[in-house]
C-alpha cells in the first residue's frame, strides 16, 4: 500500500464512528470515499440507505448492499455527509470536484447537519490554492463566456480534456485565482452565467476534518476552533 493510500484507508475507517445509528448519510465521491463504502460494509455500522453524490459512488454503494435514496426523497437534514477533498484548510474550508462530482456534492454537504471530511495528510493546508485548481461545473454554450469571465477574476481556465460530469457537463479546472477569501470566490465564481457550481466550498464548510497519515494514526481536527485537535 502506498503511503497515501494507508493514510485515506485509516482517516475513512475512522469516520465509520460518526454514522448515528439508522441514519440515512450523504456519501461523497473518490478513492478515499471508496475505502469508506469498503469499511461501511465490513464494519457492520448498520447503513441500509444512502444518499449518493455520482454514479461511481452509486454502484459502490449498491456493491456492499446499501439501497440508494434520492436526495429529494430523504427526510432532510441528513445527520451525516462523509466526503473527502483535493485540500482543504484549517477553517475547514475545502476545494472539492478533483472527480468531478462538486455539484452533487455541494448539494447533499448542504442538506446535511454534519460534514465529515475525510482526508490522507497531504491535503491539509494553511492557504487553499496552493496545489488543487479551482473546477467547474460548466454548461457547454457557455464555455467561452465563462473562460473569458474567470480570466478578467485573475485566473488561468483549463478545459478538463475528454471529461464530461455524469450530467454531461464540460468541466473547467481554474488556476491561479486569489483565495485570500475563498468565500468571496465561491460568490463570484458562481455568479457567472453559465456556471453550475464551483469547488470552493466555503459556504458549507466540514465540521470534522480526520486527517490519516501513513503509519495508519489519525488526526481529528475541529475547525470551528480554528485548528485545535485533539
Ligand atoms: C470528487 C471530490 C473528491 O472528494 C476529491 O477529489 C478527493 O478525492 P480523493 O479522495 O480521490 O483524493 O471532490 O469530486
Known sequence: MITA?????????????YIPPGAVI????GSTVTYFIDAIGESGAGVTRAVATSIDTEQRLRRVG????????????????VDGADEIDFLGR?????????????????????WVCIVDDGKPVDHLGIRAPVPLEVESTALTEVVAAVTA????????????TDSGNPLVDVHGLDLFDPLRMEDALEAIPG?????IFARR???VILVGREDGSV????PNDEGSSR
Open 5 to 17: 493510500e494507508a493514510g485515506k484507508r485509516a482517516a475513512a475507517v475512522a469516520a465509520i464512528a
Open 26 to 29: 450523504g456519501v461523497g465521491t
Open 66 to 81: 446499501i439501497s440508494l435514496v434520492a436526495l429529494e426523497d430523504a427526510d432532510k437534514p441528513l445527520a451525516l455527509y
Open 94 to 114: 475545502a476545494i472539492k470536484g478533483g472527480g468531478g462530482a462538486h455539484t452533487r456534492e455541494k448539494r447533499v454537504a448542504s442538506a446535511s447537519t454534519a
Open 153 to 164: 477574476l485573475g485566473g488561468s481556465p483549463e478545459l478538463r480534456a475528454r471529461i464530461l
Open 195 to 199: 456556471v453550475i457550481a464551483c469547488g
Open 205 to 207: 464548510r466540514a465540521d
Open 219 to 222: 488526526l481529528t481536527l475541529i
